[in-house]
């Protein structure tokens, strides 16, 4: 079975700095990646998504993502982060074949500080 | 407004209660999904409905019975839970379970076995 790696659990980082998240998974045959995001009180949203073509993704609010197959990775990154980016932010991939059946990683909760 | 709307936001059972979940989509889509999210654990698939027939039933227990009368509204069924059965219980929709387009989430319901 799949499975997704979220490296940090916490991070905590001031306005204005920037932010990676690291994202590995496990399945070795063609997927699907997604950065959801859950800002406190709120319901989970799309952040960006890829399927194929350029490997590296824009999203909403200047957030981008890199897929780089031989690491198995899908890094989400924003160079300028805001107080308003405090949120959790959630890796998912599924299997090309298997449609929205998504595999979620544990989650990155993010506090950014004014 | 994330056009899933989930029902009770809260509920606390005891072990012996009947109680039930529900979800509804405004969205036209025709695929709805329950997720449970527990503390430190990533988010887990339950079920798939796609076109109101069960797709995926992944392992739950039998003290979780979902139904799903059209493809607007989904309901979850507890019976004789276990305290480890509390958690955030999610519900989302997307297009068709077998596309690989983007899940809408309502906003949860937090359970709560006594």
């Known amino acids: 079975a799949q499975s997704v790696s979220q490296h940090n659990h916490h991070v905590i980082l001031s306005e204005a700095a920037s932010l990676e998240l690291g994202c590995n998974y496990s399945y070795g045959g063609t997927v699907n990646l997604f950065w959801y995001v859950q800002y406190p009180g709120q319901h989970l949203q799309l952040l960006l998504k890829?399927?194929?073509?350029?490997?590296l993704v824009k999203g909403i609010k200047g957030f981008e993502a890199e897929f780089i197959k031989s690491k198995f990775s899908f890094n989400l990154r924003k160079p300028s982060v805001q107080w308003s980016d405090t949120a959790e932010y959630f890796c998912a991939v599924n299997q090309g074949a298997a449609g929205n059946k998504l595999t979620f990683g544990g989650g990155t909760r993010v506090l950014v500080k004014p | 407004e994330t056009g899933v709307t989930q029902t009770p936001r809260h509920l606390v059972m005891g072990m012996t209660n009947k109680k039930s979940l529900k979800c509804e989509q405004h969205?036209?889509?025709?695929?709805m999904y329950w997720y449970k999210q527990s503390a430190k654990k990533p988010l887990e698939l339950m079920f798939v409905y796609n076109f109101k027939e069960q797709t995926e039933n992944n392992s739950v227990p039998s003290r979780f019975s979902p139904e799903c009368p059209n493809s607007s509204h989904l309901f979850l069924h507890l019976h004789t839970l276990q305290p480890e059965d509390s958690a955030l219980y999610l519900c989302a929709s997307s297009q068709a379970a077998d596309s690989t387009g983007e899940l809408f989430f309502g906003e949860g319901s937090r359970l709560t076995v006594l």
């Open positions: 969205l036209g889509h025709n695929a």
């Open positions: 890829y399927f194929s073509g350029d490997p």
